[in-house]
């Protein structure tokens, strides 16, 4: 008995330090990420833009355009520091071994949609950023799954993502995907498909998925409502999202990668500095992330399930958090597990034009679950919006979720 206790023991120790070793020098997400594609300029990178940046409640900035010298680099990094905000640094502005290890630099940008062509490349550096700065984020964002498969480089998107997400061994998984919301065109259905895929190398492969959604008309890109900003980021949620990134936080110039794609402007602050309506949108949208982050950070996405207008609630939802819901709305449910053994549920209107007031039974005594309150983070008793009709009735404006926990 002894000998087996022994054995059991060394085997035990065996594959802890193998454990160890595999996660040596990885990046750990620490918390929810609210950032942005396009960084403010060189000669904007001062006290007051990063004031405003935080201001908005934006935790992380890519920086990935705005140094244009190493000295760039540093003065960012100061004001990072000033204002509570994390960077992804521009990576090419020195050599890999002197890339910046502050506290406030969380990694460095490889690249932007690489194919499979680029997964060697690509693999390299995040091993070296792993030898190099250990515990730092070696970051890069995948193509779309509405990018030709002759761009992507695989017989599949479902390939692509397993390739980079297991080949890479990377720390995050991140994408864009820009869904068009006009009576013309839907594209919310296929940002969902995307998003599934991401979900699922994500769980697979135990890491964090991040996604960037659109906020400013470009090519037949329309300009997005309040809502469609909001409907996008609580589908992102539902999803498990760990992350969300504002496409774009200032106007790409010329300068900028923009290229001439972007004549109307019209991303949160315009080429020329202004803020535009969609700066108090993403203030308000991120105030009610950073209250909602701690405890999104602490889930683990186990379904998503679809509830259309013509479909039987009660029989799609059997087995989760929910019972039932309203038959006849337009519904996205989230449903999670807690890390410490609570379940979770983010209900979601998917309807990006009008508002919902479903009848929700929980698949627990009422006075046993809870909302997780918007505005200040806290664990909250849930509310009855429309008391006087039968049944629990939850108010969800156009593109909104909440999320509630049971035990």
Same mark, same amino acid.
């Given at each position: @008995?002894?000998?087996?206790?022994?054995?059991?023991?060394?085997? $035990?120790?065996?594959?802890?330090?193998?454990?160890?070793?595999?996660?040596?020098? %990885?990046?750990?997400?620490?918390?929810?990420?609210?950032?942005?594609?396009?960084?403010?300029?060189?000669?904007?990178?001062?006290? $007051? %833009?990063?004031? #405003?940046?935080?201001?908005?409640?934006?935790?992380?900035? &890519?920086?990935?355009?705005?140094?244009?010298?190493?000295?760039?680099?540093? /003065?960012?990094?100061?004001?990072?520091?000033?204002?509570?905000?994390?960077?992804?640094?521009?990576?090419?502005?020195?050599?890999?071994?002197?890339?910046?290890?502050?506290?406030?630099?969380?990694?460095? &940008?490889?690249?932007? !949609?690489?194919?499979?062509?680029?997964?060697?490349?690509?693999?390299? /550096?995040?091993?070296?950023?792993?030898?190099?700065? +250990?515990?730092?984020?070696?970051?890069?964002?995948?193509? +779309?799954?509405?990018?030709?498969?002759?761009?992507?480089?695989?017989?599949?998107?479902? #390939?692509?993502? !397993?390739?980079?997400? /297991?080949?890479?061994?990377?720390?995050?998984?991140? @994408?864009?995907?820009?869904? @068009?919301?006009?009576?013309?065109?839907?594209? %919310?259905?296929?940002?969902?498909?995307?998003?599934?895929?991401?979900?699922?190398?994500?769980?697979?492969?135990? *890491?964090?998925?991040?996604?960037?959604?659109?906020?400013?008309?470009?090519?037949?890109?329309? =300009?997005?409502?309040?809502?469609?900003?909001?409907?996008?980021?609580?589908?992102?949620?539902?999803?498990?999202?760990?992350?969300?990134?504002?496409?774009?936080?200032?106007?790409?110039?010329?300068?900028?990668?923009?290229?001439? #794609?972007?004549?109307?402007?019209?991303? *949160?602050?315009?080429? !020329?500095?202004?803020?535009?309506?969609?700066?108090?949108?993403?203030?308000?949208?991120?105030?009610?992330?950073?209250?909602?982050?701690?405890?999104?950070?602490?889930?683990?996405?186990?379904?998503?399930?679809?509830?259309?207008?013509?479909?039987?609630?009660?029989?799609?939802?059997?087995?989760?958090?929910?019972?039932?819901?309203?038959?006849?709305?337009?519904?996205?449910?989230?449903?999670?597990?807690?890390?410490?053994?609570?379940?979770?549920?983010?209900?979601?209107?998917?309807? &990006?034009?009008?508002?919902?007031?479903?009848?929700?039974?929980?698949? $627990?005594?009422? =006075?046993?679950?809870? #909302? *997780?309150?918007?505005?200040?983070?806290?664990?909250?008793?849930?509310?009855?919006?429309?008391?006087? @009709? /039968?049944?629990?009735?939850?108010?969800?404006? $156009?593109? !909104?979720? %909440?999320?509630?926990?049971?035990?």
């Amino acid at each position: @008995m002894r000998l087996l206790l022994l054995l059991l023991t060394i085997i $035990a120790l065996a594959a802890t330090a193998q454990a160890a070793d595999s996660n040596k020098g %990885r990046f750990v997400q620490d918390r929810f990420v609210i950032s942005f594609w396009v960084d403010p300029p060189a000669n904007e990178i001062t006290d $007051a %833009r990063y004031k #405003e940046i935080a201001d908005a409640h934006f935790n992380v900035v &890519h920086g990935a355009f705005g140094p244009a010298t190493e000295a760039d680099l540093l /003065k960012q990094i100061e004001l990072c520091k000033k204002y509570g905000l994390k960077l992804i640094a521009k990576s090419n502005l020195t050599p890999f071994e002197k890339l910046p290890d502050d506290p406030a630099v969380w990694g460095y &940008h490889l690249v932007d !949609e690489p194919g499979m062509g680029g997964l060697p490349d690509v693999k390299e /550096k995040v091993a070296k950023v792993r030898e190099l700065h +250990p515990g730092k984020l070696a970051y890069f964002n995948l193509l +779309p799954d509405y990018a030709p498969l002759t761009w992507i480089g695989a017989k599949s998107y479902d #390939e692509y993502i !397993e390739r980079f997400a /297991k080949d890479t061994a990377c720390d995050v998984l991140c @994408m864009d995907y820009y869904p @068009m919301m006009t009576p013309t065109a839907d594209g %919310r259905d296929g940002y969902c498909n995307n998003l599934a895929v991401m979900r699922k190398w994500s769980v697979e492969c135990g *890491i964090p998925h991040w996604n960037f959604f659109n906020t400013m008309p470009f090519g037949p890109h329309h =300009d997005p409502t309040e809502a469609h900003l909001r409907w996008q980021v609580y589908t992102s949620l539902a999803y498990g999202s760990k992350g969300v990134l504002y496409f774009c936080y200032w106007t790409p110039g010329k300068g900028a990668g923009g290229g001439g #794609e972007f004549p109307k402007g019209g991303a *949160i602050i315009t080429a !020329e500095g202004v803020r535009t309506r969609h700066y108090e949108q993403a203030k308000r949208i991120n105030f009610a992330l950073k209250n909602l982050g701690p405890t999104l950070m602490k889930l683990t996405s186990t379904d998503v399930i679809r509830i259309k207008p013509t479909d039987d609630p009660a029989k799609a939802l059997e087995g989760s958090p929910l019972k039932d819901i309203s038959k006849g709305g337009d519904y996205l449910i989230g449903v999670f597990k807690h890390q410490y053994g609570k379940r979770a549920v983010l209900i979601n209107n998917y309807d &990006h034009n009008y508002t919902s007031w479903p009848t929700v039974e929980f698949a $627990a005594p009422l =006075d046993k679950v809870v #909302e *997780i309150d918007k505005s200040t983070g806290k664990r909250i008793p849930v509310r009855d919006d429309s008391p006087e @009709m /039968k049944g629990l009735q939850l108010s969800l404006d $156009a593109g !909104e979720g %909440r999320l509630f926990l049971l035990p």
